[in-house]
Structures are given as structure tokens and as C-alpha cells.
């Protein structure tokens, strides 16, 4: 889960202007959302790579325009 983790990370602060300390703060939530979906049944590294990347672009820009939040 660490690999998933630092790759996610990692290709965020590519994607974004975030500072270290912003990263840091988001760590544990993003630990916490990839363990509900690996706890859910999700094992496939590249899936939880790319929901974890959905899911630290929601917590730094906010939800998309037109999400449902379903």
C-alpha cells in the first residue's frame, strides 16, 4: 500500500504547485480512503493509484462542477 501511496503522491505534486506540507496534511486522509477501498474488496495497485489521484484532486480543488457526490 506505501508504493500506492508514494505513487500517487508523487504524480500529484507533478500535477499541482502543492507544497510538501500540503502533501503531508492529505497523507493520512488518502491512506484512510485507500484502506475503505482495499477493506471494500479493491486490490488492483493501478485502480487504487488512479482513485487515490481522483480523490487528492478532490481534496485539493474541491468537487468537480456538476458532481453528485454519489
Known sequence: MDDVIDRVMNTFAMMRNVDGA???EAKPKLQS???TLTS??????Q??????L???RELHDGPANGA???
Open 22 to 24: 500540503t502533501l503531508e
Open 33 to 35: 480512503y485507500l484502506d
Open 40 to 45: 471494500a474488496g479493491q486490490k488492483d495497485e
Open 47 to 52: 485502480r487504487l493509484a488512479v482513485y487515490g
Open 54 to 56: 481522483a480523490y487528492m
Open 68 to 70: 453528485s457526490g454519489c
